[in-house]
């Protein structure tokens, strides 16, 4: 069939099509089946999410292994959807804070409070609001648990966006404004993409400590209200309820696949991409690479489609905004604007006082100063159970931190697994833990504390490693050559070099513990109860019995001992390491 | 080419003055009283030291910053200008095609127009092939090319350039200065001025055809060189020597008359900022200067030629040593005092002796330090009380460095300790 080949301009468009690369790839086939399975799963899950309040009890949350994929599902759902949540906040707020001297003295320090204080108490307040603004619909409960979540995934988001919209490099600063960019422009070209890096790892830290929130968020109980969204969460209350456990091993194989897929479709494409945004000028020697991302690219129909829809979104980037005109400051004298200063701050004081009046009275109305002691007697206590723990954990992991730190290959295949160990939720290992202390007859005070640090114990052993391993080697090569060993290479080579990354690893978990005393200690296992001295088991029993005054008063005392301890202690050997210790 | 002396010039700056930091009175002066107008093809360069206030009057002129007063005046109307950056100020995210689009992209071109430009900037430029490249896997010299045709691609009227050759090793640099010239000469490039800021001396004289000279602390123009050589100009032309050597005399011309000492640095007595250079350098310069072939008087271009130095990094070092008293600069020569000999040939323990005496001596803060600690009977003060005190006269970045200096200095004469962690200066001995 010569006919056949000789036939380049006539008819027969469809070979010319196929020989153009107009045809889809095998690779279009896979990222479709994929997108279009996503989408029919999104769809589904968030259908049910508005279902009327009563199905709930119709159809109660039930061990069958059947249903396991769809309360996975809900469950995921509802942390993406936290996620999402996350995001506007970051970008409103964080944004704001940049943009607005006047903003940033209120929202940063708002932050980091945030950051750093009992979330997990709010949960409370919230279910109640939440459940008032869509009566009759499950819509009420779910977004009190998306509430829950996007308060343990929102604050070190914005707060890592705020920092990267500070630091912009001054050069590409003055290119922007060289050249006019609008504010859009400049946000998509320019403060978007420095920032990008940052806050995509945030947003899987944020991910990792969700998991947490979900377990406790999903089943929860105030006062006479109990409310079992379908979820992984509400499956393994209900299996520690019934003392099930082969079904906590279920949820826990649940939870491992879905982070698992996560991670796989999800963030490391995320990662691959977003690696270009990294801001150095050297090229990395390391790429984080992502088979689905590779998948993505190889692509003919959906990078067509892509662009297509990309298209009319450029338009609308370029689209010719009223250029601010040139931007004059207001020249204000400085001693107008320092007054200026002074009336904002006496105003933010001012709404300050009167909230933390109005608590005070609301708390006062029932309770006595008698309460403030006690509550506070059981602050001291659980200080004192974090400070030993956060001790025992160091002593254990920055040795085992440091061996591997050393070793490069095992650094590789570890730094992952210790990243895994921190996403998994140890709530749904305290069941094991009130089986051993009721076998063995220990005493709850001193053995239900060890729960505290179980999921928290990991941000110091992968700061640790990440420490470890950026020893610069000349540095180990040197102290080889002069033969320090034994304590004296731990004093002067590995502590000053981990120590940078042992403060934030040992910051992180230390927070993460003053959240875990709420569920840690306090720990039921079908009817046999345990409870420990402290906080945390305070709020908890608070929170069951709804009794909002000392709910409030318990998470006020420990807001106060968390800001404390982390002014007191963390920030001077932050400060420290900052100044003395660091290696460039 | 002053055919046309009627037409308008392109950029008229008149009585420019800026302040730094605080804008009542304590803040930095950095340019004062400056004029300087632009006319139609030529080359101009601004000439001067870090701190003399040159990058600042550029950004006057590009709008990123506003002169406390003065004005910077357009007669034309519609006047473009683009900048090229000393660090280049590529968006690591965009690829050289997409980097050189962006200006356009701001202005609101349509996409194949854009495209269009671009290439053609690109092909300008010598970069040809490299378009889809992202700008980390390019080399300095490739960057810089991408910021020259990004700025070129909006076909402004000015271009400014802010030191685009100083973060280049020497061969790069030399290549794209000439590239850049060419270029010029052949009149492909769209613009009708380029306003060039450098430091180097050579530089300066080999691509302009104007330069202004500025002083530092605060920024002045103190002279106005037209360089008539042909292009291509050679470095080993004797006139071109000639001019270096001219121009290194006004840059140090300004210390020779009435008195040697005033004005080194901004500020006087314990204000007087000073700069980071360290002693190993101090002794490095005078032994040099002592030894052959100068014997103890040496022109600074050659010096900067042999060590290597940019005169701007050379010109700190020249100036400490006049403040200390251990040599003097004018005419464009160092020359070195008695002391320094005897500095130059004693042995370590008498050289920090001499050292501590000229230090104590000649610098105010490095004295009045010494004499706090003397009364004390504890003998120690916190270094907060001298930042503070320093602060009043500069901003807290040039008290930090200034604090900085005066402790590597008083720690190699043994004049006093410091203690970096308890921020404390004492009389101890470090046992």
């Known amino acids: ?114 950051q750093s204080v009992p979330v997990l108490g709010f949960l409370t307040f919230t279910v109640t609001l939440f459940l008032g603004l869509f009566p009759g619909s499950q819509l009420g409960a779910e977004c009190a648990a998306i509430f829950a979540i996007f308060t343990a995934q929102a604050w070190n988001m914005a707060f890592s966006f705020y920092q990267s919209l500070r630091t912009v490099p001054g050069d590409l600063d003055e290119v922007s404004r060289q050249f006019g960019f609008s504010a859009w422009r400049r946000f998509v070209r320019l403060e978007l993409p420095f920032a990008l890096p940052a806050l995509v790892w945030n947003m899987m830290m944020s991910m990792s400590g969700a998991w947490f929130f979900v377990v406790a968020s999903e089943a929860i109980t105030v006062g006479n209200t109990t409310i079992t969204l379908p979820g992984i969460g509400s499956w393994l209350a209900l299996a520690i309820d019934r003392e099930d456990f082969g079904a906590i091993g279920m949820a826990v194989g649940a939870m491992a696949v879905v982070i698992l897929l996560y991670d796989q479709l999800v963030f490391r494409p995320i990662v691959a991409w977003a690696d270009k945004f990294r801001f150095e000028q050297t090229a990395s020697q390391q790429q984080p690479r992502s088979w689905l991302y590779d998948l993505v690219r190889r692509t003919r129909w959906l990078n067509r489609l892509g662009a297509a829809i990309a298209t009319p979104l450029r338009r609308l980037c370029s689209f010719p905004l009223p250029r601010t005109p040139a931007m004059r400051p207001l020249r204000i004298a400085p001693a107008a604007r320092r007054a200026l200063d002074g009336l904002w701050l006496a105003l933010v004081a001012i709404v300050v006082l009167a909230a933390f009046w109005t608590l005070a009275r609301y708390i006062a109305q029932s309770l006595t100063w008698e309460d403030g002691a006690t509550v506070f007697g059981l602050g001291l206590l659980t200080l004192l159970r974090v400070v030993l723990l956060i001790a025992i954990a160091s002593l254990i992991w920055v040795p085992i931190g440091v061996w591997i730190g050393l070793r490069p290959a095992w650094a590789e295949r570890l730094q992952p697994v210790a990243q895994f160990l921190a996403a998994f939720p140890a709530n749904v290992m305290f069941p094991f833990a009130v089986i051993a202390i009721l076998g063995l007859r220990l005493d709850p005070n001193i053995w239900l504390s060890p729960l505290m640090v179980l999921g928290t114990q990991w941000y110091i052993l992968f700061n640790v490693i990440a420490g470890a391993s950026a020893i610069p080697t000349d540095m180990k090569e040197a102290s080889a050559m002069f033969g320090i060993r034994g304590w004296q290479w731990w004093r002067r080579v590995a502590i000053p070099a981990i120590f940078p990354y042992y403060v934030t690893g040992a910051l992180t978990a230390s927070g993460g513990s003053w959240n875990a005393s709420i569920v840690a200690e306090s720990v039921s296992w079908g009817d046999k109860h345990l409870e420990a001295a402290g906080l945390g088991s305070f709020i908890a029993n608070a929170t069951q019995a709804g009794d909002y005054p000392r709910v409030a008063l318990g998470i006020a005392v420990m807001s106060i001992f968390v800001i404390a301890f982390n002014r007191m202690l963390w920030r001077p050997m932050y400060r420290y390491a900052e100044r003395r210790l660091r290696l460039d | 080419m002053n055919t046309r002396t009627e037409t308008l010039p392109l950029v008229e700056v008149r009585d420019v003055r800026h302040v730094y930091g605080k804008s009542s009175g304590a803040g930095l002066l950095v340019l004062d009283d400056v004029q300087l107008t632009l006319g139609d093809s030529e080359i101009v360069g601004l000439l001067g030291r870090s701190g003399s206030g040159k990058s600042t009057l550029l950004r006057s002129i590009a709008g990123l910053i506003r002169p406390t007063s003065g004005e910077v005046r357009f007669p034309h109307a519609d006047t473009r200008v683009s900048m090229v950056f000393q660090t280049f100020a590529l968006f690591p995210w965009l690829t050289v095609l997409q980097n050189v689009e962006v200006g356009l992209e701001a202005q609101g071109v349509a996409a194949e127009e854009r495209r269009r430009r671009a290439l053609k900037a690109i092909d300008l430029i010598g970069l040809d092939g490299f378009e889809s490249a992202y700008p980390k896997e390019l080399s300095g010299g490739m960057r810089q090319r991408v910021g020259l045709a990004r700025a070129l691609v909006v076909d402004p009227d000015i271009l400014l350039m802010d030191e685009p050759f100083s973060a280049l090793d020497v061969l790069t640099a030399e290549t794209l200065r000439t590239d850049l010239l060419d270029l010029w000469s052949e009149g492909r490039m769209p613009i009708k001025s380029i306003l060039i800021v450098t430091h180097n001396i050579e530089e300066a004289v080999l691509m302009c055809d104007r330069i202004l000279v500025f002083s530092s602390n605060p920024g002045r123009v103190v002279a106005e060189i037209s360089v008539t050589l042909p292009q291509p100009r050679n470095r080993q032309d004797p006139a071109f020597q000639a001019l270096v050597d001219d121009i290194y005399a006004r840059m140090t011309a300004r210390t020779e008359v009435g008195h040697p000492r005033e004005g080194l640095f901004p500020g006087t007595g314990i204000g007087m900022a000073l700069p980071r250079v360290s002693t190993n350098t101090l002794a490095g310069l005078m032994e040099a200067v002592a030894a052959e072939p100068y014997s103890g008087s040496a022109p600074l271009s050659d010096l900067a030629g042999e060590l290597q130095y940019e005169a701007d990094e050379l010109f700190p070092i020249a100036e400490v040593l006049q403040l200390l008293r251990f040599a003097e600069l004018g005419g464009g020569d160092l020359r070195l005092l008695p002391a320094a000999r005897r500095y130059v040939d004693a042995e370590v323990d008498a050289r920090k002796q001499l050292f501590a005496q000229h230090l104590l001596r000649h610098v105010p803060l490095a004295g009045h330090i010494r004499r706090i600690l003397d009364d004390r009977a504890s003998h120690e003060a916190p270094a907060s009380r001298f930042r503070d005190e320093i602060e009043d006269f500069m901003s807290e970045e040039y008290a930090e460095q200034t604090l900085k200096s005066v402790i590597q200095w008083g720690r190699y004469a043994e004049a006093f300790a410091y203690d970096e962690a308890a921020d404390r200066f004492s009389l101890d001995d470090p046992s």
């Open chain 1, 1 to 114: 069939m010569v006919f056949f080949f000789e036939d380049t301009r006539g008819g027969r468009p469809l070979v010319r099509w196929v020989r153009g690369g107009g045809a889809p790839s095998w690779a279009d086939l896979i990222v479709f089946i994929l997108l279009a399975a996503g989408a029919v799963l999104v769809f589904h899950g968030a259908g049910e999410m508005g279902a009327p309040l009563a199905q709930l009890r119709s159809t109660p949350v039930v061990l069958d292994p059947a249903m396991l994929p769809e309360y996975a599902l809900r469950t995921t759902l509802r942390m993406f959807a936290a996620l999402g949540a996350s995001l506007l906040f970051t970008f409103a707020v964080a944004t704001l804070a940049a943009k607005s001297r006047k903003a940033a003295l209120v929202i940063v320090p708002a932050l980091d409070i945030l």
